[in-house]
Nanobody, 120 residues
Framework: QVQVVESGGGLVQAGGSLRLSCAAS????????ITWYRQAPGKQRELIAR???????DYADSVNGRFTFFRNNTRNTVYLQMNSLRPEDTADYYC??????????????WGQGTRVTVSS
């Protein structure tokens, strides 16, 4: 089993910053990708940022230039630095981790989500 836990959400004023963290633990052999999604009230979940095992990052146009991945390999934790936050960034943010378990099975695990609220 692989568990994913997000943290770091909160309330911030427009223009401010937050750093979300995504920690994966369990029987992990390798991680193929860590992906952040968000879901605003009344809207569909959208992919906003992805980090692959090769270090390639991909960002949605809506966050490109404002959000950045950081990785702490020793803790198997990935951080999403969010700068210049806007009210439209208000959403529940979810982390997804995919890869192989120690038993060489595939895992695809989601965290419980963390809420980000940006006030105008």
């Amino acid at each position: 089993q692989v568990q994913v836990v997000e943290s770091g959400g909160g309330l911030v004023q427009a223009g401010g910053s937050l750093r979300l963290s995504c920690a994966a633990s369990g029987n992990i052999f390798s991680t193929v990708a860590i992906t952040w999604y968000r879901q605003a009230p009344g809207k569909q979940r959208e992919l906003i940022a992805r980090l692959t095992s090769g270090g390639v990052t991909d960002y949605a146009d809506s966050v490109n230039g404002r959000f950045t991945f950081f990785r702490n390999n020793t803790r198997n934790t990935v951080y999403l630095q969010m700068n210049s936050l806007r009210p439209e960034d208000t959403a529940d943010y979810y982390c997804n981790a995919r890869g192989l378990t120690v038993a060489r099975g595939q895992y695809d695990s989601w965290g419980q989500g963390t809420r980000v609220t940006v006030s105008s």
